[in-house]
């Protein structure tokens, strides 16, 4: 069973950076996509960013695009959240999710990922 833990969130001021990892373990790593999704409360978990495993093809929402990038370290099966220039509005329940099926591009619906982490909470305050 795969399993997805994800760290590093945290309250930070509005400019500030911050930088969420994701520790994929309990099985191989597929060649399908990971990606990064927020849930801020009263709303849906929405994409942020995502990328194919082997290729590091990568695919970003379009309100992080330019302040936040996805990378991966395949040896240590870790994916890595850089988010600069944080905004009020980025707060948010991050999440980690793996895909196990296969696909030409990158998903961006929730329900397309079967793995998912606990979360880590990113607070950006102005």
């Known amino acids: 069973q795969v399993r997805l833990v994800e760290s590093g969130g945290g309250l930070v001021q509005a400019g500030d950076s911050l930088r969420l990892s994701c520790a994929i373990s309990?099985?191989?790593?597929?060649?399908?996509?990971v990606g990064w999704f927020r849930q801020a409360p009263g709303k849906e978990r929405e994409f942020v960013a995502g990328?194919?495993?082997?290729?590091?093809?990568?695919n970003y929402e379009d309100a992080v695009k330019g302040r936040f990038t996805i990378s991966r370290d395949i040896t240590k099966k870790m994916v890595y959240l850089q988010m600069n220039s944080l905004e009020p509005e980025d707060t948010a329940v991050y999440y980690c999710?793996?895909?196990?099926?296969?696909?030409?591009?990158?998903?961006?619906?929730?329900?397309?990922?079967?793995?998912w982490g606990q979360g880590t909470q990113v607070t950006v305050s102005s």
């Open positions: 309990g099985g191989p790593v597929s060649t399908y996509p």
């Open positions: 999710a793996h895909r196990w099926r296969s696909t030409v591009s990158i998903p961006i619906l929730a329900n397309e990922y079967e793995f």
């Open positions: 990328m194919t495993w082997n290729s590091g093809r990568t």
